[in-house]
């Protein structure tokens, strides 16, 4: 890895996971979101090992696709906001249709995406790219965890 960007990469992180806690204004929330997001983009950039002019091409296209996904995940997470308790069967059914056809919509989006990914990056590079983003994200919560004292799922429950 370039020692450049690993260094610019592991002081985003470790800024990014240990901003205190008191900074819970917007605009402080909005910096650790920035830092984050650049972490992010200086993680994914070496581990898919983009060139420059990649990256050029790359970091639009996955800007698209994370602003796709990340509504689709606020619309599951509304749906799932809704006690079935308070609702009547016509409405717990359309919730659950409404669930799959989200679900059925991410696939869609992943497979549009897939293959978007393959016109700018060749297939082992796509491959490491779905692999750094689950590390990366793994390693953001294992530091906010270790940050809170721990508070964090267990490991033995973490995804793989």
Known sequence: ?????????????????????????????????????????????????????QAQKFWPVYNDFTTKRRDLNRQMRQLRMASPDGLSDDQIKTNLNQAIALREQEVKLERDYFNKFQKILNIRQVGKLYSAERDFTREVIKRVADRRGGRGRPESQSDN
């Open 1 to 53: 890895m370039n020692y450049f960007l690993r260094s610019v990469w592991v002081f985003l992180l470790l800024a990014t996971v240990s901003l205190s806690a008191r900074a819970q204004a917007p605009a402080g929330q909005q910096d650790r979101l920035n830092q984050l997001e650049n972490a992010k983009i200086a993680y994914l950039t070496d581990k898919i090992s983009l060139t420059q002019d």
